[in-house]
């Protein structure tokens, strides 16, 4: 089973930025999907970006489209979360989790789909 280890998160006031990173270790193919998704206190868990680790096929949510962007780098097996003009309504702890199912285009909005996951870094957005 994959290992994935966020780090990047923290405190940062409204409006600002911040880039999280996956580690992913424990596997000689990589993944065939990376996903991030966050989860604020007393809130369910939510898809926030997915990509797929061959081809780099993205699907972003429309709740951060145009202000979070995902991407990896297959060559350092990480995958990325760049935040900007960030929102307290972002606050949350954010968990990357890793699929190796999947088609070269593939990427996945559920959590199930999901095999590996983080234990999360948490991102605090002031106002």
């Known amino acids: 089973q994959m290992q994935l280890v966020e780090s990047g998160g923290g405190l940062v006031q409204a409006g600002g930025s911040l880039r999280l990173s996956c580690a992913v270790s424990?596997?000689?193919?990589?993944?065939?999907?990376m996903g991030w998704f966050r989860q604020a206190p007393g809130k369910e868990r939510e898809f926030v970006a997915s990509?797929?680790?061959?081809?780099?096929?993205?699907h972003v949510s429309d709740s951060v489209m145009r202000r979070f962007f995902i991407s990896r780098d297959t060559h350092k097996n990480a995958a990325y979360l760049e935040m900007n003009n960030l929102k307290p309504d972002d606050s949350a702890d954010y968990y990357c989790a890793a699929a190796t199912t999947g088609s070269f285009s593939s990427w996945y909005d559920v959590a199930s789909e999901y095999e590996s996951w983080g234990q999360g870094t948490q991102v605090t957005v002031s106002s």
């Open positions: 424990g596997t000689p193919f990589g993944p065939s999907v």
């Open positions: 990509i797929a680790w061959s081809s780099g096929n993205t």
